[in-house]
């Protein structure tokens, strides 16, 4: 009876010996498995943070693309893109810019078109900057700028819940170009510039081409036919948010000249 004591203990060590083994076992491939699966979620964070940044650039390469080409009919410029993380957005009449000035207490309407965005969005697993972050990349809030060298864009970056977004709009340019006798009536020329981005709804990822072709450039004079003592101003209303801006100008006529150029942006 003692042998067969001896002998079942013998047993269940070595029973014992081995579960423990199978349980260090798994133990271990679980820590192992848990510390791969933390690695490439780090890689993949790390990826789509850089993925985020290429993306701004780009963007910020398509609005100069885009800007050369708007002002020469029938030119088209195109930019590199390269997504795995994100999406690129075309949406199409996204923006409407109802432009029109004052002079003194009488309103005139001046324009009034509506433009898309151009959008990059990823998810906040890859990039976060904080709930309801908003800064400005290029640009500003305003929408109508009066100096040749303040951008015709903005670059706006913001958090939304879930997503972070790069957005690519356009707003107003107005300045006082010339102050001319014309047949001894002395005249204040202020011109205003638009972009209308024409394209159709769509997403895109992994590698393309993203292009802006100019398809028209139009011109149209407006004449109020009133007289401006010191200055007019330029507003600007779009969807939730209004502008305006003052245009210093000498005693005479004011005449407006509204360029917008159309440019088609596709894949």
Known sequence: MRRLSISLLRQNKAVSTAISALIITAVTATLVMAVAIYAYNVVEQQRGSAEFEVAKKSILAFDDALQD????????????????????????????????????????????????????STSTRYITFGENYTSYVLGDSNLVVTDSTESLSRVLVEQEPNFVNITLSYRTRAMRTSYLNVNGTMVNYVSVWLIRAVMSAASHYNSFDLKAKSLNIQTSTIDPGVNATSSCTINVASENESDSATISLDPGKVIFSVIVAEVQVSV
């Not at 009919?73 to 195109?78: D, G, T, V």
């Open 69 to 120: 080409a708007a002002w020469k009919l029938n030119a088209s410029r195109a930019v590199r893109f390269k997504i795995e993380f994100g999406t690129l957005r075309l949406i199409p009449n996204a923006v409407t810019l109802n432009v029109t000035a004052t002079i003194g207490g009488s309103n005139y309407t001046l324009e009034y078109i509506s433009t898309g965005l151009i959008r990059y």
